[in-house]
């Protein structure tokens, strides 16, 4: 056994055994607890996990730092997080592309997100929103879902929407559209979710889904307008504007991510943090927090947690097959 592995076992057996007298490592005095964003600071992942690291802090014993480890699709972060010592002081978010998409879209990734973590808790969904430009809406007498299916089919290839990049969330959720409403409707993609916002607010794509979270601001200041959400069912966030599924039956592609641990971290540590951020995820205070953000709490067990990433991958597997998308 080389010295990297004994220390390895060493720091396990010692947060067991602290777990074992009702204290443990994500409890001790003044010790830090890290969690890993594999994607840039201020986007909704950033933030709402920064919120749940200040809402935690007391109960974890310690600061909680928020590390951004940013590129590739969220890949060079989950690696790093598949790496760390798993004692339950470096945990990391696992996202919709990270535990879903990127399995299907890169031909190797760094990590195995069936083997190289263990799920604490899902942190939120956000619902994913069909917006249209607010004036280009207007200009081609778009009002409703059923007005821009009906124009895209008698104009065919005229319409575009635009996404973060091929494979990204957005992109998927525009095949799986044009899939089910039988319309052609071109995909521009673009590098990130920001420039391809910036691209449906100069006019230059008609219309993105996007998560609601990063909508929301445009939405209320009217330049953009809510046409469909993509959850199964209506948000209550958004409670006025009808789900795709009403009119395609089956159509459901959200957001969401949650918290994620190394493989081989303690049972006992795995259970202390999920009862720690799943009560402060219960919390009012982070209800209210996360909906002036659009977004929705969805704490659970360890358990319902991994279930959940693994049908999020055999869901996924479909739609990236179905768009084409694949990254080498």
């Known amino acids: 056994m080389t010295l990297r592995q004994t220390t390895r076992t060493l720091l396990i057996t010692l947060a067991s055994l602290a777990c074992l007298h009702g204290t443990s490592a994500v409890a001790q005095s003044g010790k830090p607890i890290r969690i890993i964003v594999p994607f840039a600071a201020g986007g909704p992942i950033d933030v709402t996990t920064r919120i749940l690291g ?154 993105n889904f996007d998560n609601l979270a990063t909508a929301a601001g445009n939405l209320r200041a009217g330049k953009l307008k809510a046409l469909a959400v993509t959850t199964a069912v209506r948000s209550s966030l958004l409670p006025k504007v009808p789900a795709v599924a009403e009119t395609y039956p089956g159509f459901a592609i959200d957001t969401w991510w949650g918290l994620v641990a190394p493989a081989g971290t303690p049972p006992a540590v795995v259970t202390r943090l999920n009862q720690v951020f799943t009560q402060a995820l219960n919390s009012p205070a982070i209800t209210t927090r996360f909906a002036e953000l659009m977004a929705e709490p969805a704490p659970g067990t360890t358990q319902a947690f991994e279930q959940f990433m693994v049908q999020e991958r055999a869901n996924y597997e479909k739609a990236v097959k179905l768009s084409g998308a694949k990254v080498d």
Do not use: C
């Open 54 to 207: 200040e809402a935690t802090r007391d109960a974890l014993g310690g600061p909680v730092i928020v590390e951004n480890r940013v590129g590739a699709g969220g890949n060079i972060g989950m690696e790093a997080i598949a790496k760390a010592v798993p004692d339950g002081t470096t945990l990391g978010i696992a996202t919709t592309a990270s535990h879903g998409i990127n399995p299907w879209l890169f031909s190797k990734l760094p990590y195995d997100p069936a083997k190289d973590f263990v799920g604490i808790t899902q942190i939120l969904r956000v619902p994913n929103v069909l917006v249209i430009n607010a004036d280009s809406a207007k200009r081609l007498g778009i009002e409703t879902l059923a007005d821009l299916v009906k124009y895209a089919k008698a104009n065919p290839g005229k319409l575009n929407y635009g996404s973060g990049g091929n494979g990204s969330a957005g992109h998927l959720a525009g095949e799986m559209f044009n899939n089910r409403a039988g319309v052609f409707i071109v995909h521009i993609p673009y590098n990130g979710g920001s420039p391809a916002q910036l691209a449906l607010l100069s006019g230059q794509v008609d219309f």
